[in-house]
């Protein structure tokens, strides 16, 4: 990472998003944790928690399903704090149900978060790094768009979409200094995966052969590694952090 990088985080006061935020500020960088307003108690512990980075680290209100406003945040974020180097897009949500219960409500919040957001915000900083030919963009997806899982069949979808997203960005910028990558994570220690029923998430602990959840840090130092200026070589990859629960070939 150049100390000097920008790095915008979206989801970023969220369980795995904080972590990134903790990451990237580890490496220097400057960070804007953009995510909903509303989550006033978790901005407030969010900011508490980030003190220890002199300001290098801030909050910003920010609804990923909005287009417009993810434009406005980046034009905001250029003039007032400068280019984005690093956009990480973490926004994301569950609303698992079995297809047959599943809502068209369930469908639909969860592809305007986990996929359109994704489209929204890559959309709004490719233009500042196409000019200054320079980029990392990184993409979380999950371990569960690589295997599907029962009761997701949309955060399956959003998330296999993610990477497919990804690849085909990722051809588009290769030769022009911006790299695009997914991070796929396992099973972490976050509230989403804690709100799955225990009796079910025993049965997935029992099948990853670390034999552990992974920890949020895991996931932030998976993607600092990738927002760094020394990873450029690497573009359109999707690199797993599941503690071997999934292994491709
Ligand atoms: N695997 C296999 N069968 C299952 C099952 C499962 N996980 N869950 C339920 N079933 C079976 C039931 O035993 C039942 O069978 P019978 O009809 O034969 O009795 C049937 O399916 C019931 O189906 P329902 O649709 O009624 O299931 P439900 O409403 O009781 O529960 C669910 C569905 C809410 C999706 C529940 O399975 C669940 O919470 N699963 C966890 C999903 C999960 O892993 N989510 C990950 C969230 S974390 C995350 O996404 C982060 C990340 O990236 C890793």
């Known amino acids: 990472m150049n100390p000097s990088s920008i790095a915008l985080v979206t989801g970023g006061i969220g369980g795995l998003g904080s972590a990134i935020c903790r990451q990237l500020a580890e490496s220097g960088a400057t960070v804007i944790a953009a995510d909903l307003p509303s989550r006033t108690d978790r901005i407030e512990a969010f900011e508490r928690d980030m003190v220890a980075y002199d300001g290098r680290v ?75 030919g320079y980029g990392r963009i990184i993409n979380i997806s999950s371990v569960n768009g690589q295997t599907g899982q029962f009761g997701q069949t949309n955060y399956s979808a959003a998330k296999a979409g993610v990477h497919g997203f990804t690849m085909a960005l990722a051809r588009e910028l290769a030769a022009k200094g911006i790299t695009v990558n997914t991070v796929s994570p396992g099973y972490c220690e976050t509230e989403m995966v804690m709100a799955v029923p225990e009796a079910i998430r025993a049965r997935i ?12 840090e895991d996931i932030g130092r998976a993607v600092a590694f990738l927002a760094s200026s020394h990873s450029g070589y690497i573009t359109g990859a999707n690199l797993p952090v599941n503690g071997g629960y999934f292994m491709s070939f």
């Open 205 to 216: 602990i029992a099948q990853i052969p670390v034999g552990r959840l992974g920890s949020p």
């Open 58 to 132: 801030r909050f910003m209100a920010l609804d990923v399903t909005d287009f417009e406003a993810c434009k406005r945040l980046v034009d905001t974020i250029e003039q007032e704090v400068g280019r984005i180097d690093v956009l990480a897009n973490v926004a994301g949500i569950t609303r698992d149900a079995s297809l047959r219960k599943m809502d068209k409500a369930q469908w639909d919040q969860l592809m305007a978060v986990n996929l359109d957001g994704v489209f929204h915000m890559s959309r709004a900083v490719v233009e500042g790094m196409l000019a200054r």
